[in-house]
């Protein structure tokens, strides 16, 4: 499976702490120095955010909708119980083939690339594969431990066969349904989560996932050139990104821009620092996303044509 190009689309609307301060019991100190976010985009849907981020990607492939045969959009904020929101962003593409979306809450973009792996491998075509979310939705804006910390984007990637290795090296996903409720949002509800626990833990699954991922492929932390984790805390990301021996200089961040954008973090992530230039043909790419459910996961990509 080769990644053939990225795409994102976030929202015109800016949303910063100040903002947040000025009808909530908090402060831009607070968030910056418990969360290293600054500010978020919050608007559209997640169908709508889906669609800019794949056209941008269909795009910068060269490709149109005609040549996409499998859409998959990982998201936990679909526009409806059904149809899919994925169905929306075929119907708008014009892509062929299958449609579904995926939910592993901020995992789901590195769940996708597995499944995405395995539909190449068992004979599909070119994959459309988005993590869209908006979170805004299903926030209590009143709640000031949830409001601060979300935000609303999405990312995408063409994924197509390859001849040979291909850039997938390894990946593997985990859950553990005993935990689901340290992250909850009912039908018609909010999402609720126990944060400092959820932080305790992700540390130790990104780093055992991200480890696992590594050691199955035969690589070294040292020789990762690009660390792309799930954006929910920069605290997360930087004790992670210690315990792994990967320094935050090599480490994609924008968390401070965007929040916690669930599975579109990943791809956000990895769009932009592609088209920063900061990956380059061979370099070693590390992804690893952990969420509610609990759902953790790695996947290790050696970045080229
Ligand atoms: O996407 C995947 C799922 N989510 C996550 O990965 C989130 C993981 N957890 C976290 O990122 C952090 O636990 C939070 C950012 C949610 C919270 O940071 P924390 O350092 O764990 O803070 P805390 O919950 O221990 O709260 C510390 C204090 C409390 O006050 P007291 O009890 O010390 O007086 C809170 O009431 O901060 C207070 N607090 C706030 N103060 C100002 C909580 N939220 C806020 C706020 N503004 N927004």
Known sequence: MVLRSCGA?????????????????????????????????IGGTASSLAID???????????????????????????????????????????????????????G???????????????????????SEVLSRITDWD???????????????????????GNLLSANLNGDGSLRQLLTCDHGGYLAMDGR?????AIRVVVESAERA????????QDVALFVPHQANLRI?????????IPIERTAVVIDRYGNT????????????????????GDLVLLSGFGGGMTWASALLRWGP
Not at 25 to 32: F, M, Q, V
Not at 197 to 201: G, K, N
Not at 268 to 274: D, G, K, P, V
């Open 53 to 107: 981020a794949g056209r941008q990607a269909l795009e910068r492939a060269g490709l149109t909708g005609a040549d996409i045969d499998v859409v998959i959009v990982a998201t936990a904020t679909g526009d409806a119980v059904t149809p899919s929101t994925a169905a929306i962003v075929q119907d708008a593409l014009g892509t062929a083939g299958a449609a579904f979306d995926l939910n592993a809450a901020c995992s």
């Open 197 to 201: 626990e959820i932080f305790r833990r």
């Open 237 to 245: 990301i930087t004790a992670a990104g210690q315990r792994l021996g």
């Open 262 to 281: 669930s599975s579109a973090s990943i791809p956000l992530a990895l769009e932009e620092a592609a088209r920063m230039g900061r990956v380059h043909e």
């Open 109 to 131: 973009f590195v769940y996708g690339l597995v499944v995405a792996a395995g539909l190449i491998a068992t004979g599909s075509g070119r994959i459309l594969l988005v993590g």
């Open 214 to 221: 590594l050691g199955d492929a035969g690589i070294r932390a």
């Open 9 to 41: 689309a976030v929202p015109d609307k800016v949303l910063t702490n100040e903002d947040l301060s000025a009808r909530l019991d908090t402060s831009d100190k607070w968030i910056t120095e418990r969360t290293g976010i600054r500010e978020r985009r």
């Open 143 to 165: 709640d000031r431990t949830m409001a601060v910390l979300v935000g609303d984007g999405a990312g995408a990637v063409v994924l197509e066969p390859a001849e040979g290795e």
